[in-house]
């Protein structure tokens, strides 16, 4: 029957308060017994826990290689809507909708496409820290029709249904 090593330690320092009542060669004896099988107690917890990092190891590497792939997939999602925005920008139809298909292409609202920062006016910028430009009130301003120098409405398609 294999003990555990807090069962083993409890005998041997019984063992040792009783050889320093008793001084007897029995209990010297059982003493150095007990520390043998502590000792091979105590190798095992060793090689246990380098099996541990073992097995942390390579789940590790395994998390990893989960971590890869799911960024995989997700690069592929990414590639497959391209592929439907591209088949649609070429071939100017929409794909089919319907419950088994919830796939939509739409045009973005619009954002700002700066062309040149430098010759944009002052009012559309704003002072925080440092000078930054206020891309909300162009992007409002381009929406309303006003043309403004160094940028343009920028409108791009983009798929809903898929997430």
């Keep these: 029957m294999t003990r555990a090593l807090s069962e083993i330690t409890r005998d041997l320092l019984i063992a040792k308060n009783e050889y320093e009542i008793f001084d007897s060669d029995d ?25 541990f990092d073992k097995e942390i190891e390579v789940f590790t590497e395994q998390i990893a ?7 995989f997939l997700k690069n592929e999602q990414e590639r497959m809507k391209a592929y439907v925005v591209s088949n649609h920008q070429l071939s100017g ?3 089919k909708h319907s419950a088994l298909n919830p796939i939509k292409i739409r ?17 559309y910028w704003v002072t925080v820290i440092t000078k930054k430009l206020d891309k909300k009130r162009i992007l409002s301003d381009l929406k309303a029709g006003k043309e403004i120098k160094g940028v343009r409405l920028a409108k791009k398609d983009f798929i809903t249904g898929l997430k």
């Design 27 to 51: 209990l010297k004896e059982r003493i150095d017994q007990l520390r043998d099988e502590q000792y091979r107690k105590e190798d095992g917890i060793y090689f246990f826990y380098k099996d």
């Design 65 to 71: 290689k989960g971590q890869r792939y799911v960024k």
């Design 93 to 95: 139809s929409l794909p």
């Design 107 to 123: 045009e973005s609202a619009g954002a700002v496409d700066v062309i040149d920062e430098e010759i944009i006016p002052e009012t």
